[in-house]
């Protein structure tokens, strides 16, 4: 009980003014209720959510708007962006409400680049005239979902969280120690909600373990105007030994520049290199252009061993849910965080019951896992099958060219759920998957590549 009465006197920002928005010197002293399930009273659960990016931001606002007395912390007040290319699937805009006017492009072109320069359009034909993959700049994106979560009453703290302390009994609190305006300060919690990203600190806390990542490198690039205009509404993608052993590199369309990158698991030393790679396949095209940011950043490549642990569960990048073969994650992270904030707000039915590790797996974890499990599982497949050599990559880009394939890609990304299925077409498009590879590793045969098929025929 000592780090308990310990918290009372550890409250966030005790001595600050009153403020409209952040009434930080009205919270009260918190005095946890043992038991899970057991009834909290005079007060309501508070649960502290650290990152304020797409998983963050979701969880705050439905924890805030489930009864849950909810505090945000973001650290990045100055604007800088989280590195990303910033697409997103269509249908995250209606089911996060995102208003039209915050899209920047409207990508309704894709063109797939084979190693041996083999272009095929993805899209221009499949798409229909209503689709169209939405392009934003996580700035705006991100500052959105954070003054939403403000709207819906979860108080936002601008601050550094530099270390979370987990208590050694259901009987006392967390506490989260931030930094805010070079001030260190403590807060007393019932739970906490890490969407802290890739570099999770609240995932170290827990002890949840590592995740593999790769590791991206984006050039934000201001191209003279008939350039820009050459990717008005087209976006690229290069697969080949040049710009990544085991990834794809892009070229995606930003309000007023591109975005060109590329990414790795196993050759991370080699990131440069790579992305000289992709610089030299596209140099026609973006040449007279003005680097204007260089970012780099982790990617997971799979979840934690860990997610949940004690009163604590991992979202978003934190928990490793960004989609292999893709390197999706906005969506995943914004689904997660609503996924778990309401997880929490039914088992504490409205922030009037204590929860415990039993509640989160049961609300949230088995639930992402009923949901996603297989998606995820599958892109993995896919990906060790056709990005591990130049003839499994020259057989991925063949198959891209079919439209069932296309129709079937753009219905599970832009929609996240599968298409109608075909019986007829699935058959035919599993004897051209095998035909394109076979085909290829005879070719690649003579470049010492081959195993894919095995790998299929394993997966499938
Ligand atoms: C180069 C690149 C390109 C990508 N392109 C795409 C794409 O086009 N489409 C797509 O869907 N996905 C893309 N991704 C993946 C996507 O960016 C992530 O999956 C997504 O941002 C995850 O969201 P999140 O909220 O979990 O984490 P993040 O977006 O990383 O947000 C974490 C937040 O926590 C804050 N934070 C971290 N530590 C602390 C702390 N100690 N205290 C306070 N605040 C803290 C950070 O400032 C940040 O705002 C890309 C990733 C990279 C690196």
Redesign the pocket.
């Known amino acids: 009980m000592a780090a308990a009465a310990q918290a009372h006197s550890l409250l966030f920002n005790p001595h600050q003014k009153p403020s409209h928005r952040r009434p930080s010197n009205r919270i009260r002293p918190l005095t946890i209720t043992a038991a899970s399930n057991a009834p909290i009273t005079g007060r309501k659960l508070r649960v502290a959510v ?7 931001s979701s969880a705050a606002e439905a924890l805030a708007a489930g009864g849950i007395e909810t505090f945000l ?4 007040n100055t604007k800088t962006p ?7 699937p269509l249908c995250m805009l209606d089911e996060f409400d995102i208003p039209l006017h915050l899209v920047d492009r409207r990508v309704t072109r894709m063109k797939i680049v084979s190693p041996s320069n083999l272009t095929v359009d993805f899209g221009s034909k499949t798409l229909k005239p209503h689709e169209y993959i939405p392009m934003l700049r996580r700035e705006v994106l ?1 500052s959105f979902l954070r003054s939403r979560a403000e709207s819906a009453g979860a108080q936002l703290v601008p ?3 530099t270390r979370l302390d987990v208590p050694s009994s259901a009987a006392e609190p967390y506490l989260i120690h931030h930094n805010l305006n070079g001030q260190i300060r403590t807060l007393a919690v019932d739970a906490v909600v890490g ?4 570099n999770s ?1 609240v995932a170290k806390s827990i002890n949840a373990g590592d995740y593999a990542v790769a590791m ?1 490198f ?1 050039e934000r690039i201001r191209l003279p105007d008939d350039k820009m205009e050459y990717y008005r509404d087209l976006a690229e993608m290069y697969v080949g030994d040049d710009v990544s052993p085991d990834f794809y590199a892009w070229v ?1 369309p930003k309000c007023d520049h591109v975005a060109v ?1 590329t990414g790795t698991v196993s050759s991370k030393q080699s990131i440069k290199l790579y992305q000289q790679g992709i610089r030299q396949r596209v140099s026609q095209k973006i040449s007279g252009g003005r680097v204007i940011r260089v ?1 780099a ?1 982790p ?1 997971p490549e799979h979840p934690r061993p860990v997610r949940v642990r004690g009163r604590v569960a991992l ?4 928990a490793g849910y ?1 989609t292999k073969c893709s ?5 995943f ?1 914004a689904r997660s965080g609503r996924m778990c904030g309401e997880a929490i707000v039914k088992a504490s039915e409205g922030g009037d019951k204590a929860i415990g590790e039993a509640d989160l797996r049961r609300e949230y974890l088995r639930q992402w896992d009923g949901e996603f499990a297989t998606t995820f599982r599958f892109l993995d497949g896919l990906q060790r099958v056709f990005y591990r050599s130049n003839a499994a990559r020259e057989a991925l880009v063949e198959l891209c060219g079919d439209e069932y394939v296309q129709r079937m890609t753009f219905d599970s990304y832009l929609y996240k759920r599968l298409a109608e299925r075909n019986g007829w077409e699935d058959l035919r498009m599993f004897a051209g998957t095998v035909g394109s590879l076979i085909r290829c590793r005879i070719v690649g045969r003579a470049r010492g590549y081959g195993g894919e098929v095995e790998l299929l025929n394993r997966f499938v």
């Open positions: 650290i990152g304020g990016g797409p998983a963050g912390f973001e650290r990045n989280k590195p990303c290319g910033g697409a997103i991100d601050a550094l969280v969407a802290d990203g890739a600190r991206a984006q995606f990158g970012e950043h990617i979202i978003g990048d934190a960004v390197g999706e994650g906005i969506y992270a």
